[in-house]
């Protein structure tokens, strides 16, 4: 299994990087974590086929996150793709694509797609197979608004992914990732604790629980972005291609 960072970085695109998205593919899975705003151009850029992908998981509604959608979606259509396309994420996302679509662009949730669309309501801590992934949504603090939060822990091909999403420290990240080959963890804040993120501090506190087999850093702001140099962990940045 691959995965390429489409976009690794915080709303305010510290440091220059895009809005985050996850590109995950191998023998038979081709899926998106995400699809932040600056998601399409990104992938175009990449030259990463949009309409080979299965799958989008999202992990909630804030627009770094979520509001590449419409853009995805409009380009699926006029590119006149045929495969089937599911996006899953939390409970409402059904209500909120229909709005965001509507925001962007006016009539266009009401266009009838040339491809089969399934969008997918995932509730937390009951596994779900989609295709070739089985995908284990965690409930993550995160706010009120833009809600409900989701972390993953994504399984292909014998190979198991972990994704904190946005998130304070919660005890739900151990059996989110702990094993996984792969978990990518925000590191929002250095050592500062602040509401609703995550720093790197606090999660160096509980990785020997976590027990994950690797660790990438993602979603930095430029407190932790000025101090890579003094940071052992893999830092993501955009375009990065890892295995797992």
């Known amino acids: 299994m691959q995965l390429r960072f489409v976009g690794c970085g915080d709303a305010f695109g510290s440091g220059g990087r895009l809005n985050t998205c996850f590109h995950v593919w191998g023998r038979e899975a081709n899926l998106l974590i995400d699809c932040g705003a600056s998601a399409l ?4 850029r990449l030259e990463i086929d949009r309409n080979e992908i299965d799958l989008i998981l999202i992990t909630h509604f804030h627009g770094d996150h979520f509001a590449g959608l419409p ?5 699926a259509q006029f590119s006149k793709r045929t495969k089937p396309l599911t996006i899953a994420g939390p409970e409402g996302i059904e209500t909120r694509l229909s709005q965001v679509m509507e925001a962007l662009f006016e009539h266009s949730s009401r266009t009838r797609q040339r491809f089969e669309l399934n969008v997918v ?10 295709g070739a992934v089985n995908v284990t949504p965690y409930p993550v ?3 009120e608004s833009g809600g409900p939060f989701l972390a993953y822990r994504v399984e292909a091909e014998g190979r198991t992914l972990a994704y904190s999403a946005d998130t304070e420290w919660t005890e739900a990240l151990i059996p989110l990732a702990h094993g996984a080959d792969l978990f990518i963890a925000e590191a929002y804040m250095y050592d500062k604790v602040v509401k609703n993120h995550l720093s790197l501090k606090t999660l160096e506190q509980h990785l020997p629980e976590i027990g994950a087999k690797r660790l990438v850093l993602t979603h930095m702001s430029d407190d932790v972005l000025a101090r890579l ?6 830092a993501a940045e955009d375009g990065m291609v890892l295995e797992f």
């Open 71 to 75: 853009f995805f979606l409009l380009d």
């Open 41 to 44: 151009p990104a992938l175009k």
């Open 229 to 234: 140099d003094e940071i052992d962990h893999l």
């Open 121 to 130: 309501a995932l509730a937390p801590e009951q596994r779900r197979s989609v």
């Open 141 to 143: 603090v995160h706010g």
